[in-house]
């Protein structure tokens, strides 16, 4: 198995370079659509994309397998990617989130969407930080609700059902104009 | 009402898919510029002098005897220097400091006092007394004598 193989690659000084090349081949995609569906845009992404890989070659030595590989690289790429938006919020002069969202969309270059695509992107943002997590994860990610499971340790059900609540409560969002 | 966005078309989640995820885009050749970008700077890091010296046990264990030497060992050699010691030139207070802290468990420092003609705390005269006089009180006393001759000797 490819997470077996990596992991075997980077406990070794030998072969940690290794190890971390495989790791960005198997997993740089899957991240980037991770942080992208929290930030929106490309430019953003790109830059907390780099971050976290960076973080995660320092931190190799510190990974002790009690947790899958993808779990780790997960939550290192949701704390970059919350802490920039926090950060980008804090900047003076920032307007509303909402229409934070709507100008970076709206300026990227790398999203062709129009304004009812924005309105969809903040009615995602609106969510329950719970939903909002589950849903980015089966509609960004295409996660199998199994693995959804075994990363944020909730039963297939209880995610089955926010998924459903959250794409209600976008339903609703967008109708109420 | 939002005409930009009619109700019908949010009726399936095939259609959130379809919105959103088809729309956005990822410059050409982005993964691949990426990761040869990230390697380099791994590569870099990987080879940079600082990390491999920490990671080198022998820089540690240097580390740790330069630490040993420095704080345990160095001040002790320069305490115990066996450099002669030239008795009559020991300002008198300094002699019986060191008398009184090296030996002050078996000897009587009344009987001490008595020999310099002083008390405790007081400052003793060593010029009124002769070197044998200070031998005779301290080989009385029940210190060892061969480390007292050793110490007087150095």
Same mark, same amino acid.
């Given at each position: 198995?490819e997470e077996d193989q990596i992991i075997t690659l980077i406990?070794?000084?030998?072969?940690?370079?290794?190890?971390?090349?495989?790791?960005?081949?198997?997993?740089?995609?899957?991240?980037?659509?991770?942080?992208?569906?929290?930030?929106?845009?490309?430019?953003?992404?790109?830059?907390?994309?780099?971050?976290?890989?960076?973080?995660?070659?320092?931190?190799?030595?510190?990974?002790?397998?009690?947790?899958?590989?993808?779990?780790?690289?997960?939550?290192?790429?949701?704390?970059?990617?919350?802490?920039?938006?926090?950060?980008?919020?804090?900047?003076?002069?920032?307007?509303?989130?909402?229409?934070?969202?709507?100008?970076?969309?709206?300026?990227?270059?790398?999203?062709?969407?129009?304004?009812?695509?924005?309105?969809?992107?903040?009615?995602?943002?609106?969510?329950?930080?719970?939903?909002?997590?589950?849903?980015?994860?089966?509609?960004?990610?295409?996660?199998?609700?199994?693995?959804?499971?075994?990363?944020?340790?909730?039963?297939?059900?209880?995610?089955?059902?926010?998924?459903?609540?959250?794409?209600?409560?976008?339903?609703?969002?967008?109708?109420?104009? | 009402?939002?005409?930009?966005?009619?109700?019908?078309?949010?009726?399936?989640?095939?259609?959130?898919?379809?919105?959103?995820?088809?729309?956005?885009?990822?410059?050409?050749?982005?993964?691949?510029?990426?990761?040869?970008?990230?390697?380099?700077?791994?590569?870099?890091?990987?080879?940079?002098?600082?990390?491999?010296?920490?990671?080198?046990?022998?820089?540690? *264990?240097?580390?740790?005897? +330069? #630490?040993?030497? @420095? /704080?345990?060992?160095?001040?002790?050699?320069?305490?115990? $220097?066996?450099? =002669?010691?030239?008795l009559e030139a020991l300002p008198t207070a300094a002699i019986?400091?060191?008398?009184?802290?090296?030996?002050?468990?078996?000897?009587?420092?009344?009987?001490?006092?008595?020999?310099?003609?002083? *008390?405790?705390?007081?400052? +003793? #005269?060593?010029? @009124? /007394?002769?070197?044998?006089?200070?031998?005779?009180?301290? $080989?009385?006393? =029940?210190?060892?004598?061969?480390?007292?001759?050793?110490?007087?000797?150095?």
């Amino acid at each position: 198995m490819e997470e077996d193989q990596i992991i075997t690659l980077i406990r070794s000084d030998r072969t940690r370079l290794r190890g971390y090349e495989l790791l960005v081949d198997t997993y740089q995609e899957r991240l980037y659509w991770h942080i992208r569906g929290i930030l929106g845009n490309h430019d953003d992404t790109n830059d907390v994309l780099q971050n976290t890989l960076i973080k995660v070659w320092k931190g190799l030595t510190s990974f002790r397998g009690e947790s899958r590989l993808y779990t780790w690289l997960y939550r290192i790429a949701s704390n970059e990617a919350f802490t920039f938006l926090q950060r980008e919020k804090r900047k003076p002069g920032t307007v509303t989130e909402e229409k934070l969202i709507y100008q970076k969309l709206d300026s990227d270059p790398y999203f062709d969407g129009n304004e009812a695509m924005i309105r969809l992107w903040q009615a995602i943002d609106k969510l329950p930080e719970k939903q909002k997590e589950v849903f980015r994860l089966k509609y960004f990610e295409e996660m199998k609700y199994q693995d959804m499971s075994e990363l944020l340790s909730t039963s297939v059900g209880a995610l089955k059902a926010s998924y459903h609540h959250a794409v209600q409560k976008i339903k609703e969002f967008l109708q109420e104009d | 009402m939002n005409e930009k966005y009619p109700k019908n078309t949010m009726n399936k989640q095939d259609d959130l898919q379809e919105n959103i995820r088809e729309r956005m885009k990822v410059p050409e050749g982005y993964f691949e510029a990426n990761k040869v970008r990230i390697m380099q700077m791994a590569a870099q890091s990987e080879k940079s002098p600082l990390r491999l010296a920490w990671r080198q046990p022998l820089i540690w *264990l240097s580390a740790a005897a +330069v #630490l040993a030497l @420095g /704080l345990f060992i160095l001040p002790k050699q320069f305490l115990d $220097t066996k450099e =002669p010691v030239n008795l009559e030139a020991l300002p008198t207070a300094a002699i019986v400091n060191y008398i009184d802290k090296e030996y002050a468990y078996s000897l009587e420092e009344n009987l001490l006092a008595d020999a310099m003609g002083t *008390l405790p705390g007081e400052e +003793v #005269l060593w010029e @009124g /007394l002769s070197e044998d006089e200070i031998i005779d009180f301290l $080989t009385d006393s =029940p210190v060892e004598e061969s480390i007292l001759y050793e110490e007087y000797e150095n």
